[in-house]
């Protein structure tokens, strides 16, 4: 994927954003019908036009490159909300929290891979990404042994490696 | 008789979820400050949302229904770690202090 040029990377990122609305339109509706399935794609160019207008489809905001990777990507965020929420379960009953201020460094390169990063700390639970400061993140955390989680650098990793 | 499993799985789940929930609740009264109270609302969207999603996807079968019961948490991943942001960055900016020894 790396040998495509601009414009046919741009192209392909058309299609498939027109891919999603259209499956996500199905998803929604479920009909068949030929007339239905019609003004689905109207409906579906509408959006498109739309979105076109207001450059939303500039290529830092659909990155096609970590599209295939984003399944995999979820099934280990999944795997890790589940771990920090275990353990912030067990603060809440125990009453053991110390909550905590910290810095972390983020060392993605472009916009969507720190807004991703700074989502994912937010998104398991006993962190929050309080503020973004171009790649330093304030993170309040619960307890000790949350912060230690995230200064392992472990989740920075994996998401830097998702846009490679 | 598969379909008392199917049953007795999504009651199993519902219940997990229901006790998420719950820590959650607790967790929002018993915390000390904003910035504490925020996480315990992060395990309600997450945890708690998440699995009784998946207890009425597992009750109702696999169908075009569980691919649009999939689209909530999908959803819920987005949203949600916005308004825990916007909660926590408003309180920062308007120079609310977190309880609890900072080193920074």
């Keep these: 994927m790396a040998k495509l040029n601009k414009d046919s990377l741009k192209t392909l990122s058309f299609i498939t954003y027109f891919i999603i609305l259209f499956v996500f339109w199905f998803i929604l509706s479920g009909y068949l019908k030929s007339l239905l399935l019609f003004f689905g794609l109207v409906s579906v160019l509408f959006v498109f036009w739309m979105s076109y207008r207001a450059k939303a489809l500039e290529e830092d905001s659909l990155p096609l490159k970590i599209i295939l990777r984003l399944p995999f990507y979820w099934i280990w965020l999944f795997k890790e909300i589940f771990k920090s929420g275990i353990t912030t379960t067990a603060l809440i009953w125990n009453g053991k929290y110390s909550p905590q201020l910290i810095s972390v460094k983020a060392s993605q390169k472009n916009r969507t891979g720190i807004a991703n990063y700074a989502n994912a700390i937010t998104l398991t639970p006993g962190t929050v990404t309080i503020e973004v400061d171009k790649k330093i993140f304030l993170v309040h955390a619960l307890s000790k042994k949350l912060s230690e989680d995230l200064q392992t650098d472990d989740m920075n990793k994996v998401i830097t490696d998702l846009d490679k | ?104």
């Design chain 2, 1 to 104: 008789m598969s379909y008392n499993y199917i049953e007795l799985i999504s009651l199993v789940l519902l219940a997990i979820g229901c006790f998420f929930i719950l820590s959650g609740s607790l967790g929002l009264i018993k915390l000390p400050d904003v910035f504490s109270r925020i996480h315990a609302a992060g395990l309600i969207d997450t945890l708690g949302s998440g699995f009784i999603v998946l207890a009425l996807i597992v009750y109702s079968g696999f169908s075009l229904l569980s691919l649009k019961l999939l689209l909530i948490p999908l959803f819920l991943i987005f949203t949600s770690p916005v308004t825990g942001h916007a909660i926590a960055l408003f309180a920062h900016e308007s120079g609310y202090k977190p309880k609890g020894k900072n080193k920074k």
